[in-house]
């Protein structure tokens, strides 16, 4: 993500050119960042609130995902405000444009509402999930050019793209429902004999017959049913191939997962939210209007582009590492002077209970 939004905001665009291979291998693996996000968001999201449920304390969790996916939605407006342009009085509508933090948060938010729906039975929930996931990719086609003229921009912006929205809730809530489906495998599955290994070969195999063979499956339905849909599907068909990507992804880190944990990479991954409110600050200028795109805008040469990306995330990390360690102070010496500002009345009541 880093990396991509870096190279995408400031490379010179006559170097954004399919006959370059360095170009076109670098814009294939991000098209692939996205798809990843909102997969491993489905997935840990509801296993953690299955694992909860089975527990019987998915009360707690379900009001920490809630708090966490309406705190989403509202960092991710809060990043576009042009906090300097509306204090001189100019004011328009560019911020209302969703991106990644809002669709996540509502993705987690119609999680959470489908789990209630089908706790008590996670095989209908997987059903639920499964099919969910697969009629949002089908009808792409039917929602691809989505206008909503006559709905207000606050809600249009979630379903359509005409004003600007980066992320839709379709089609990027499929991944999601996918990722909740592979959640209810894990959870059911988990403990039993070999399940890694299977798992593995699984993700490995159903990722490369996504890949493969998708666009012909999507084609022989059509075929078959002589459903106009499943053909327009089949020729535009990057989302089921993005899923691939994501499988063979997953069964990769998966079957590597012993050498991840303890990692660098794990603490980073620990921190996403931070990096990505970082990132966002540094490249596009959030509250200020002043940031890398203000000064560097599609102008670098690939070089600058390469070695700027990756002191950009040695940067971007630094900075969320540092913030974590200044929050654990804070929290700490907060916690302290709660301690001491406590009524009499409480800490007279302890040191009965103790007595």
């Known amino acids: 993500m880093l990396q991509g939004h870096f190279v995408d905001t400031l490379l010179n665009p006559i170097y954004r ?3 370059y291979t360095a170009y076109t291998v670098w814009s294939y ?23 909860a449920h089975a ?63 089908c706790r ?6 997987s059903v639920v999930l499964l099919s969910v996931g697969c009629v949002i990719f089908v009808t792409e086609p039917l929602y691809r050019n989505l206008t909503l003229e006559h709905v207000p921009l606050v809600f249009a912006n979630y ?8 992320f839709t809730m379709l089609p990027w809530f499929g991944y999601v429902a996918f ?8 959870f059911r599955n988990s403990q039993k004999k070999y399940f890694k290994q299977i798992t593995v070969t699984a993700f490995f195999v159903l990722g490369v017959v996504l890949l493969q063979y998708s666009t012909l499956i999507l084609q022989k339905l059509f075929d078959i049913t002589n459903i106009e849909l499943f053909e327009r599907s089949a020729n535009y068909n990057y989302l089921f191939l993005r899923l691939g990507n994501v499988l063979v992804y997953f069964g990769f880190f998966y079957l590597l997962e012993r050498f991840m944990k303890q990692s660098i990479v794990t603490r980073i991954g620990e921190t996403t939210l931070n ?17 890398l795109k203000h000064f560097y805008y599609k102008s670098l040469e690939p070089w600058e ?35 001491l500002i406590k009524p009499p009345e409480v800490s007279a009541k302890k040191s009965h209970d103790k007595d």
């Open 29 to 51: 693996f991000r098209g692939i960042t996205a798809p990843v996000f909102f997969t491993i968001s489905g997935l840990v999201f509801l296993y953690l609130l299955l694992k």
């Open 179 to 186: 990722g909740g489906f592979f959640a209810t495998l894990f």
């Open 159 to 166: 379903l359509s793209k005409s004003n600007g929205s980066v």
């Open 275 to 291: 990096i990505y409110i970082v990132h966002f600050i540094i490249i596009y200028g959030s509250f200020t209007g002043i940031g």
């Open 55 to 117: 527990k019987g304390s998915d009360k707690q969790r379900l009001r920490k995902g809630a708090t966490r996916a309406v705190m989403l939605i509202g960092i991710g407006y809060a990043l576009r405000i042009p906090f300097f342009s509306w204090l001189k009085g100019s004011f328009d509508t560019y911020f209302l444009v969703i991106d990644v933090l809002q669709c996540i948060g509502l993705s987690l938010l119609l999680l959470i509402g489908l789990y209630l729906l």
């Open 305 to 339: 582009a390469v070695f700027g990306a990756l002191l950009f995330i040695v940067v971007v990390c630094l900075i969320v590492f540092h913030i974590g360690k200044t929050n654990a102070f804070i929290y700490k010496h907060l916690r302290k002077l709660l301690h």
């Open 120 to 125: 008590r039975n996670s095989y209908i929930l």
């Open 17 to 19: 050119d399919d006959s």
